[in-house]
Nanobody, 126 residues
Framework: QVQLVESEGGLVQDGGSLRLSCSAS????????MAWFRQAPGKEREIVAV????????YYVDSVKGRFTISRDNTKNLVYLQMNSLKPEDTAVYYC???????????????????WGQGTQVTVSS
């Protein structure tokens, strides 16, 4: 069992930056793919970024490429999402998610991630 706890989000201005962190329990952290999803009001949950267990592979949805960076510290069981050049359309509840690493790397569906945090609100004002 993996338990995930996101850091507090916040309110930032258009063009601002924010870093989210997610703390994971369990001894399998370094073998898990870790991801960030988001869900805006009235929209489906979408993947934002994924990082492999070793940190050697990453994936970003097109809308955040060049602005967001996912990283992890396996010595501390932490995963981060650095968000720069934030836009109002980035406003959403952001979720940390985990799944065992392996053959599912190219799958982006939320259903492939069995473990979820509680979510944290990020609001970008224009």
């Amino acid at each position: 069992q993996v338990q995930l706890v996101e850091s507090e989000g916040g309110l930032v201005q258009d063009g601002g930056s924010l870093r989210l962190s997610c703390s994971a329990s369990g001894r399998t952290f370094s073998s898990n793919d870790m991801a960030w999803f988001r869900q805006a009001p009235g929209k489906e949950r979408e993947i934002v970024a994924v990082i492999s267990g070793s940190g050697g592979r990453t994936y970003y949805v097109d809308s955040v490429k060049g602005r967001f960076t996912i990283s992890r510290d396996n010595t501390k069981n932490l995963v981060y999402l650095q968000m720069n050049s934030l836009k109002p359309e980035d406003t959403a509840v952001y979720y940390c998610a985990a799944r065992p690493g392996g053959s599912s790397w190219y799958l982006r569906n939320s259903r492939t991630f069995p473990y979820w945090g509680q979510g944290t609100q990020v609001t970008v004002s224009s």
